[in-house]
């Protein structure tokens, strides 16, 4: 799967649907609270949204549903790595990234190949609350040292001021949940994002 330094997260489909049409190029959909067949629903209209606008889409969590409905990758923290089949996964094409948050995950998740790894909060967050302090720049820093070519992605807290210093600590892509979610103006705030990403595109 190709990294855009912009990796939007939405918690519906209908978020997805109304900016993935403005240019995003990667998008997970994180459903949460959700009956199988609602998560069935949204996931199968993210991936048909996302084949017209060749965006990728990153299924949170679901990775049999993604399988069933043949999307091309999932994301999966680390208590959903204990049940994942990644050999399933592996045998159908589906690409994943792994959530890691201390150096003793990042381990696992390097041993599985994964299509990147994420680490987060960066910077304090409003999303969820955490057993993880901000993790900083220089945590990034290492953290793309150990990766090697494996790609980063930078969670928690990133604003479009403060890309330059998360990509230049080595950072590939920025995910972005609450800065677009709780924007007065969601459409005007993505655009914002693919054009202060442009530059690393």
Not at 113 to 139: I, S
Not at 174 to 180: L, S
Request: overall charge negative.
């Amino acid at each position: 799967m190709r990294l855009d330094p912009f990796y939007l997260i939405v918690g519906h489909v209908s978020e997805l649907e109304l900016l993935v049409p403005r240019g995003v190029r990667l998008v997970q959909l994180r459903l949460k609270g959700a009956g199988d067949r609602e998560i069935r629903r949204q996931i199968a209209r993210a991936r048909d949204i996302c084949a017209v606008h060749g965006a990728q889409l990153v299924v949170n969590d679901h990775w049999q549903a993604a399988m069933d409905l043949n999307c091309g990758a999932v994301h999966l923290g680390q208590e959903d790595m204990d049940e994942a089949d990644f050999a399933a996964l592996r045998r159908k094409g589906v690409a994943f990234g792994l959530s890691t948050h201390d150096e003793a995950e990042l381990d696992r998740a390097l041993a599985l190949d994964p299509a990147y790894v994420a680490l987060g909060p960066v910077w304090p967050t409003l999303l969820k609350k955490m057993k993880w302090g901000p993790q900083g720049l220089d945590r990034v820093r290492s953290w793309k040292q150990r990766a090697g070519q494996v790609p980063l992605v930078g969670i928690g807290g990133v604003t479009p001021e403060r890309l330059p210093e998360l990509f230049e600590a080595g950072a590939d892509s920025a995910a972005v949940v609450t800065d677009i979610a709780q924007a007065a103006d969601r459409e005007a705030r993505c655009d914002l994002w693919i054009e202060a990403t442009a530059p690393w595109r």
